[in-house]
């Protein structure tokens, strides 16, 4: 297995420290607003890559992605108001009421599109004695420095600092400047405790006075906690490798002298029809109408289904086309159990052998899921052959779900697979169930027709008659 | 509106602290296991009481209840193993792990329920920093004292120990005794800081070492922070009186010299078929097992009906009862809509002006629940008369309609109000498809029963069809 390093810039043989285990950390969700796009093309990522450690690898994976719930500033900057204390403001609210809602919709989200839970999802609040304790040793070995207040990592300190975004001092230094009202020594250097600001709600006493943690030291803290001082895999997205993640470097170097990753992996950015979604570019989509619109399987598939380290692009067309080709492997098993004949077919068997072949490559391949997905696709085309002639029996059938079986342990929008459910996508039933209804109503049989629409609405669905004679549907 | 007071053991009436605003706190869920039914219970409980505050007295509630995620020994003993740390070593988890995972069953099993969530659910975890500093002032103040890493409150120096049980010192001291191993000085005194245990997972650094918080400080430092030093209402089940709850009121006075609550309201306890239930009497039903059997909105409004601080009964034959209740009121509604007439109905009016009336004064008196359920079973047995002969009009449709929707702000079991829904309660669902389906397969009309049983699969429910004929279901 082959993983794409950004500390290294190379693909390499991954190696975990401990034999059959692979401790992982990703970076979670700030969660002062609801979740985003972004953060379900991430976490969809390193779901697949976590799920493929396990099922195909046979690895014990420990999966921990915490919650940022303190710390993290507007703009992601070193300096001004946090996030949740701002957005708590704007809403009238007690910080914890907006911590508490986003919490909630940040598992609704994440759990429509099938993303497993972490092992454990640690909040920042939940870990502000350590934080403390780790900004005093900062402090006692000499990397960091305390004033008004404020303590600062003193990144001329920090030996390899810029080793993995490249942004080095003598770079970064090159167009630096000091704000007027920064108090710091250096421009680089960032914030590891910060002075409560006047009115805030979230603070604790510290040796510093009332304060609360960078945003930086925050995951330095809980990955070295529940991961150790080294562990394997530091997730998140492509955005936050420089500072965030360059900070953790110097954290961890400044607190033990140790590297604390050995693979650094970043997912690629998100675009929606080849722009960067923002609020104020007016093409932002809230997961929540993403998954009425596409539905949420096939959000999982057309992202699963994009290479977690490249950019992907969200376009009509392309989830559509995405959508196909899982119609396509759908219709595949409909047929197959179907047609089924009385002998094994050696041809299709080989078929499936390459398949399982050709897959693993891919995977193992940096996680290579388009190409795995396209020799999905080829089994299609040549299964649809043998299985349009009836020429195989019932063990051919059983080897064919059993294996895609296994790949749905990774990917999770084989729903079709369940004999017990026709389709799950709920969206595919209120299309069929709109269907129809629109035939009883051409054959003015309203009574059946009232009969289908009390189904759709049990499905949770809303539906609208238009004037042109078409019905609109909204997914609640 | 009168509550009944724990404290001074009477019915009082409400006066909050603050106009137009009810401060609320509700011990909340050890999340070492899964929920239980006397979880459902007094959260249920405490949801009527929350949204009738706001929906017919027209309060801001704020209301808070904790997550104890550390602190609770087993037995709820003041010596001993966290349940927490005990339940992850049996599971071979990290303790946030199991944490975690009863986390999500607790909303799951809530939010099934329909509580609304509290304002905010602050983790014991999140407040570490300020609990050690509520230690410390306890010590500082001379009403507690450091031995080997534990520390503990000393309750010979508070003044009203057992204000709120009963259990004054005289009355403890005789029966108490200290074990060989105790290192108390008196019997009843607590810990509000305990020495790590080896092997433990839970614990921080603090002044007397690794430890970890009392259960009984937890409460009062969340409490506190959110509420204030005194606030309104404070809520619980009955068991933890004593000692959880007259040890909030011993280190509020200690902290501070306050009474920390003006009204002390407790649930009543929970049995199954008059036995207590417990794991080892093998009457032990879990929450999603009774949600399964009975469905969600009928045990809501069974145990919506039964008094809060009474004890309550779980029986099938009384939850059977309380559920044909509720199917009356529907059945009302479903014939109000169907026989309406063109003259508006004085006395109709008149009896739904008595309704209001009449459950207002049974919520005000201490939210007598069951005697205001029993005025709206009178009211349809009156209107159900004036319904039959179809004089009235569509105003008296709509009052009556908007009456119930008040109504089920704080109950939340009358889906039917709802026009969208035909019936909300997915078993009911179930049950219906399952006779039509039966019809259909009488008929040897396979294909359409089949159909209907791709119907009962999508709502998540599987059936089996027994050798005599019948079909059993279950929900997922």
Request: proline fraction near 3%; hydrophobic fraction near 35%; charged fraction near 25%.
């Amino acid at each position: 297995m082959k993983l794409y390093n950004t500390l290294t810039r190379q693909k390499e043989e991954f190696k975990p420290i401990n034999k059959d285990r692979v401790n992982m950390y990703v970076c979670g969700v700030t969660v002062y607003a609801p979740l985003h796009m972004g953060h379900i093309r991430t976490y969809i990522a390193y779901d697949v890559m976590a799920e493929y450690f396990k099922n195909f690898l046979n690895y014990n994976v420990f999966y921990v992605r915490n919650i940022t719930d303190v710390g993290s500033v507007v703009g992601d900057a070193d300096q001004g108001e946090d996030k949740i204390e701002l957005k708590a403001k704007e809403e009238r609210l007690h910080p914890l009421e907006l911590v508490d809602r986003n919490i909630k919709g940040m598992w609704e989200g994440l759990d429509a599109v099938r993303c497993a839970r972490p092992n454990i999802s640690p909040r920042a609040t939940m870990h502000i004695v350590e934080i403390i304790e780790a900004v005093q040793k900062m402090i006692d070995r000499g990397f960091a420095y305390e004033i008004d207040g404020d303590v600062y990592c003193d990144v001329s300190k920090i030996k390899n600092y810029g080793i993995l975004s490249g942004n080095t001092l003598d770079k970064l230094e090159a167009g630096a400047r000091l704000d007027i009202d920064d108090k710091k020594h250096n421009p680089n250097d960032f914030a590891v405790w910060k002075k409560a600001r006047s009115g805030s709600v979230l603070k604790w006493n510290s040796p510093w006075g009332l304060g609360y943690p960078g945003w930086h030291i925050e995951c330095t803290v809980m990955s070295t906690k529940y991961l150790g001082q080294t562990f394997d895999i530091h997730g998140g997205g492509r955005e936050l490798a420089f500072p965030h993640h360059e900070n953790e470097i110097a954290q961890s170097y400044a607190l033990n002298g140790t590297q604390p990753v050995n693979y650094w992996a970043h997912t690629g950015m998100l675009t929606i029809n080849g722009v960067k979604m923002s609020k104020s570019l007016g093409n932002y989509i809230t997961v929540e109408d993403a998954i009425n619109k596409w539905g949420a399987v096939n959000l999982r598939w057309f992202l699963a289904g994009s290479k977690y380290n490249s950019p992907v692009n969200i376009a009509d067309e392309s989830i559509e086309a995405s959508n196909a080709g899982l119609g396509r492997i759908e219709n595949m098993f409909f047929n197959l159990k179907k047609n089924v004949g009385n002998v094994y077919n050696e041809e299709l068997s080989q078929y499936l052998d390459d398949l399982a072949a050709n897959f693993k490559n891919e995977m193992d391949d940096d996680l290579n899921t388009p190409n795995a997905i396209a020799a999905i696709y080829d089994f299609v085309k040549q299964a649809n052959i043998i299985i349009a002639s009836g020429n195989y029996n019932k063990q051919n059938v059983e080897e064919i779900i059993g294996y895609f079986k296994l790949v749905d342990k990774v990917f999770k929008c084989f729903d079709f697979l369940n004999d017990n459910v026709k389709t799950n996508n709920k969206e595919e039933q209120v299309k069929q169930l709109i269907e129809k209804r629109n035939e009883f109503r051409k054959n003015k049989d309203y009574k059946s027709a009232d009969e289908i629409k009390q189904q759709i609405l049990a499905l949770g669905a809303e539906i609208f008659d238009n004037k042109d004679g078409t019905t609109s549907y909204k997914l609640k």
